[in-house]
């Protein structure tokens, strides 16, 4: 099996895999599944496989629930004790393949970076206000005089959670 064909990213790892037939009978309801990937994934399987047969299969990939679909074997082999093949995603909910994209390709955007930077820009818009009605209001020079402490406690304070809430 040649690897160019191999467009996408693969969770190299083993998930339980519920194989049925067309029909609904249950082929193998403690398969394998490797390699998983957008496109399909890898089946080891005690049940006998033909190149071109379609199944059903639930896959268990999180906590959500299983993955149901429907997948054609595209190759399969023999091997000592079990039956390997390869199936290629047929069928799929709009849910189920979110799910699998989530899981198979995660989000390269840094969500930490967009937080600091929208804090920041919230803390110097909120100094730009305050600073401005300080300067215009003598009502407002008095009271905001004895917040700042405060304001600058709080503001450190939430820096800290986002800190202490940050992925590592």
């Not at 700042?148 to 809430?165: N, S, T």
């Amino acid at each position: 099996m040649s690897d160019e064909r191999r467009t996408s990213a693969r969770i190299l790892t083993e998930f339980p895999l519920t194989l049925s037939d067309d029909k609904g009978d249950v082929l193998d309801p403690h398969a394998i599944a490797h390699d998983v990937s957008d496109k399909g994934f890898k089946i080891e399987t005690h049940a006998e496989l033909s190149k071109g047969q379609t199944l059903r299969f639930a896959l268990a990939l999180d906590a959500e629930g299983d993955i149901k679909g429907r997948a054609r074997v595209v190759w399969c082999e023999r091997a000592d004790v079990s039956y390997w093949a390869g199936a290629q995603f047929l069928k799929l909910s709009w849910a189920d393949r979110r799910r699998m994209g989530r899981i198979t390709s995660p989000s390269r955007f840094n969500w930490d970076a967009l937080a600091d930077r929208t804090i920041l820009s919230l803390g110097l818009l909120l100094a730009a206000i305050v600073g401005y009605r300080a300067l215009t209001s003598t009502l407002w020079r008095g009271i905001l005089g004895d917040l700042v402490p405060a304001a600058v406690a709080a503001f450190a304070m939430g820096w800290a959670l986002k800190e202490l809430l940050r992925r590592r």
